[in-house]
């Protein structure tokens, strides 16, 4: 059974670098069925995808978010990080890591987030 | 201003049928399949369909998923009190090259 755990300061402040890490067992982040992907939640509002990494190290990012977004995967932990660098007081979300599921046929990609991380409350302030 | 459009809220009686709707356009829903999530109070979403109309296994048949152009729609049926969760769609889109959900829809079982 998958499961992601994720870790990081609870308190960044403003201007600094956003870290978090995701631990995931019960499946080896060197798949090749799975992305592992970012995603927040500002308090009382939706969902927001930051990026995600595939195996071979390929990413994709929020075209908001591109210029600050950095997401590596480090095999011999099984665990992937977000860094999102200059942080301001908007980037004060509840942070999940999650697995995507690929499918793949011969014409088309079908993927979904089937497992989450518990979810990080990370306040951006001074 | 998400790029998924759903209601805000939607609401009925425990045993009634609800429907919630997600709108997108040709470059996500209409080219790609849609997935909906399940969030309730304080955890994380959790996935309830998945391209268009599959459902995860541990899903109870009373959710149902459909596709129509670039427009997605959840049902359930035999609505229960535990059902009183945000309900957000997700589809992939091309253009952007990310994942773009809706607003997310606040259900109340009155």
């Known amino acids: 059974q998958v499961q992601l755990q994720q870790s990081g300061p609870a308190l960044v402040k403003p201007s600094q670098t956003l870290s978090l890490s995701c631990t995931v067992s019960?499946?080896?982040?060197?798949?090749?069925?799975?992305?592992w992907t970012w995603i927040r939640q500002p308090a009382g509002k939706g969902l927001e995808w930051i990026g995600r990494?595939?195996?071979?190290?390929?990413?994709n990012y929020s075209p908001s978010l591109k210029s600050r977004v950095s997401i590596s995967v480090d095999t011999s932990k099984n665990q992937f990080s977000l860094n999102l660098s200059s942080v301001t007081a908007a980037d004060t979300a509840v942070y999940f890591c999650?697995?995507?599921?690929?499918?793949?046929?011969?014409?088309?990609?079908?993927?979904?987030?089937?497992?989450w991380g518990q979810g990080s409350l990370v306040t951006v302030s001074s | 201003q998400s790029a998924l459009t759903q209601p805000p809220s939607a609401s009925g009686t425990p045993g009634q049928r609800v429907t919630i709707s997600c709108s997108g356009s040709?470059?996500?829903?209409?080219?790609?399949?849609a997935n909906w999530y399940q969030q309730l109070p304080g955890t994380a979403p959790k996935l309830l369909i998945y391209?268009?109309?599959e459902r995860p296994s541990g899903v109870p048949d009373r959710f149902s998923g459909s596709k129509s152009g670039s427009s997605a729609s959840l049902a359930i049926s035999g609505l229960q009190s535990e059902d009183e969760a945000d309900y957000y769609c997700?589809?992939?889109?091309?253009?952007?090259?990310?994942?773009?959900f809706g607003g997310g829809t606040k259900l109340t079982v009155l």
């Open positions: 999650a697995r995507e599921a690929i499918l793949s046929s011969w014409s088309h990609e079908y993927t979904w987030f089937d497992s």
């Open positions: 019960g499946v080896s982040v060197s798949s090749i069925s799975y992305y």
């Open positions: 990494i595939y195996v071979n190290g390929g990413t």
């Open positions: 040709s470059s996500n829903i209409g080219s790609n399949t």
């Open positions: 391209k268009d109309n």
């Open positions: 997700a589809a992939w889109d091309d253009s952007l090259s990310g994942w773009v």
